[in-house]
């Protein structure tokens, strides 16, 4: 296995050199392989294509697990992975094989002929042409970036669009503004497609709602046509033709509930699943989705806690996550009372006060790292910007260093999240494995 895992990646790592210099937001470099690759991405089963800053993931996996629940194959591609690249590929229920990852990679690889190509438009560009070669019934597809440019943005004709709560995030390419994101995540809306809304703060509903107008694109949004009530022991999901009483996700947090409701609601709007209800309740309770909120419970890691210790890991990275974490935070305070330490490491790209400050008061201390093989904060420098926003912080040399330190500074039971970072979570993973 240590042999063929290597062989996708020295391939992965070589298809690096056709990137371009300057990124130019355009699809004409995958349309250009997909076209000589002889357009699979017209040989597609009905897609659901999902853009959005915060809950992508968690929407697809909620998705997955009620169509699987209800007999339904499913292609998913997701980003970024978390430990291995195969996490981005799934056909018909399974990740994808290392031999056919080589072999699909190094078909666009030959057929790109040296061109200058995107890392993610060339694997995108393989996921297709590898979902082309297996039936399913669906195709669950997020976004990587934005929208409107989006290497997954080539699908003429989705079954849906949905848009997931919008924050700001990735400034640098989607505008500074929540109204410029909007605009951009909402390029995915087609003429025609239903397009379910979740969550969403004033200004990027207003640019949806205008663009799907535009589109004459069916809207279906979250405090409009359909809504979640949560209960205390679950939640309700209401639209004009549905009352579903429901139990809570398997995924921690009540932002969990919005995901949740989001996947009833695109499968609302698609008449040619049949999902029953005992379906979606199966998906509520066997949803899977890896570094969003997950608690760890075995491993190296929880190796090193003692009784009545928690570890979590998350991989939220922006202030509606800090906000979503610290919500939690609150709950588990009003739970238990035990303290909080955070472990985080930050990409230099991300506005690490915004994701800390939600923080503040919840935490008792925190703990920096810097999150290895990519541009990160060093840990002295992340530690500097959670002191900025009010939470004691100090430097450490590694994930374990900073549960060393943590377990030192408290006595009793004690909680101890993860966070910052995807890139940080998939370490985590690896490490704890």
Same mark, same amino acid.
């Given at each position: 296995?240590?042999?063929?895992?290597?062989?996708?990646?020295?391939?992965?790592?070589?298809?690096?050199?056709?990137?371009?210099?300057?990124?130019?937001?355009?699809?004409?470099?995958?349309?250009?392989?997909?076209?000589?690759?002889?357009?699979?991405?017209?040989?597609?089963?009905?897609?659901?294509?999902? !853009?959005?800053?915060?809950?992508?993931?968690?929407?697809?996996?909620?998705?997955?697990?009620?169509?699987?629940?209800?007999? /339904?194959?499913?292609?998913?591609?997701?980003?970024?992975?978390?430990?291995?690249?195969?996490?981005?590929?799934?056909?018909?229920?399974? #990740?994808?094989?290392?031999?056919?990852?080589?072999? +699909? #990679?190094?078909?666009?690889?030959?057929?790109? %002929?040296?061109?200058?190509?995107?890392?993610?438009?060339? +694997?995108?560009? &393989? &996921? #297709?042409?590898?979902?082309?070669?297996?039936?399913?019934?669906?195709?669950?597809?997020?976004?990587?970036?934005?929208?409107?440019?989006?290497?997954?943005?080539?699908?003429?004709?989705?079954?849906?669009?949905?848009?997931?709560?919008?924050?700001?995030?990735?400034?640098?390419?989607?505008?500074?503004?929540?109204?410029?994101?909007?605009?951009?995540?909402?390029?995915?809306?087609?003429?025609?497609?239903?397009?379910?809304?979740?969550?969403?703060?004033?200004?990027?509903?207003?640019?949806?709602?205008?663009?799907?107008?535009?589109?004459?694109?069916?809207?279906?949004?979250?405090?409009?046509?359909?809504?979640?009530?949560?209960?205390?022991?679950?939640?309700?999901?209401?639209?004009?033709?549905?009352?579903?009483?429901?139990?809570?996700?398997? #995924? !921690?947090?009540?932002?969990?509930?919005?995901?949740?409701?989001?996947?009833? &609601?695109?499968?609302?709007?698609?008449?040619?699943?049949?999902?029953?209800?005992?379906?979606?309740?199966?998906?509520?309770?066997?949803?899977?989705?890896?570094?969003?909120?997950?608690?760890?419970?075995?491993?190296?890691?929880?190796?090193?806690?003692?009784?009545?210790?928690?570890?979590?890991?998350?991989?939220?990275?922006?202030?509606?996550?800090?906000?979503?974490?610290?919500?939690?935070?609150?709950?588990?305070?009003?739970?238990?009372?035990?303290?909080?330490?955070?472990?985080?490491?930050?990409?230099?790209?991300?506005?690490?006060?915004?994701?800390?400050?939600?923080?503040?008061?919840?935490?008792?201390?925190?703990?920096?790292?810097?999150?290895?093989?990519?541009? %990160?904060?060093?840990?002295?420098?992340?530690?500097?910007?959670?002191?900025?926003?009010?939470?004691?912080?100090?430097?450490?040399?590694?994930?374990?260093?900073?549960?060393? /330190?943590?377990?030192?500074?408290?006595?009793?039971?004690?909680?101890?999240?993860?966070?910052?970072?995807?890139?940080?979570?998939?370490?985590?993973?690896?490490?704890?494995?």
């Amino acid at each position: 296995m240590a042999d063929s895992v290597t062989s996708s990646d020295a391939l992965l790592q070589r298809l690096l050199g056709l990137h371009p210099r300057v990124i130019d937001l355009s699809l004409e470099r995958i349309c250009v392989l997909l076209e000589a690759l002889g357009h699979p991405e017209r040989r597609m089963p009905p897609v659901i294509h999902v !853009a959005g800053t915060n809950g992508k993931g968690s929407l697809i996996a909620y998705l997955r697990a009620m169509l699987e629940a209800a007999g /339904q194959r499913c292609h998913v591609y997701i980003s970024p992975h978390l430990v291995r690249f195969h996490e981005r590929i799934r056909i018909a229920g399974s #990740l994808i094989s290392e031999e056919e990852l080589v072999a +699909t #990679l190094e078909e666009c690889e030959r057929v790109n %002929a040296g061109n200058e190509i995107t890392y993610f438009e060339i +694997t995108t560009a &393989a &996921a #297709l042409l590898a979902f082309s070669r297996h039936p399913a019934e669906v195709l669950l597809l997020e976004v990587g970036l934005g929208g409107i440019y989006d290497a997954t943005n080539v699908i003429d004709r989705p079954a849906a669009t949905a848009i997931t709560p919008i924050g700001i995030d990735h400034t640098q390419y989607l505008g500074e503004t929540l109204a410029e994101i909007a605009a951009n995540k909402a390029g995915i809306i087609k003429h025609g497609v239903p397009v379910i809304v979740g969550r969403q703060r004033e200004a990027s509903a207003a640019v949806i709602d205008a663009e799907a107008g535009r589109l004459n694109a069916p809207l279906h949004r979250m405090h409009h046509e359909w809504r979640a009530l949560p209960q205390e022991s679950g939640f309700v999901y209401e639209s004009g033709s549905r009352r579903l009483e429901l139990p809570l996700p398997a #995924l !921690a947090g009540a932002h969990q509930i919005d995901n949740a409701a989001t996947a009833i &609601a695109v499968l609302e709007k698609l008449p040619q699943f049949t999902v029953s209800d005992a379906a979606i309740v199966r998906g509520l309770r066997e949803v899977e989705w890896p570094a969003r909120l997950q608690q760890l419970k075995r491993g190296p890691l929880v190796a090193m806690l003692r009784p009545g210790d928690e570890l979590w890991l998350d991989g939220g990275h922006n202030e509606d996550c800090g906000i979503a974490l610290a919500a939690m935070a609150r709950r588990w305070q009003e739970r238990d009372g035990k303290p909080l330490h955070v472990i985080f490491g930050m990409l230099t790209s991300k506005d690490a006060q915004g994701f800390l400050r939600p923080l503040a008061g919840l935490a008792r201390a925190a703990h920096a790292v810097t999150v290895e093989g990519h541009a %990160a904060y060093t840990a002295e420098e992340a530690a500097e910007r959670a002191r900025a926003v009010g939470i004691p912080c100090t430097p450490a040399s590694s994930i374990t260093a900073g549960l060393h /330190q943590a377990l030192a500074q408290t006595s009793g039971p004690r909680r101890v999240l993860i966070c910052g970072s995807l890139y940080l979570a998939g370490t985590v993973l690896a490490q704890n494995f």
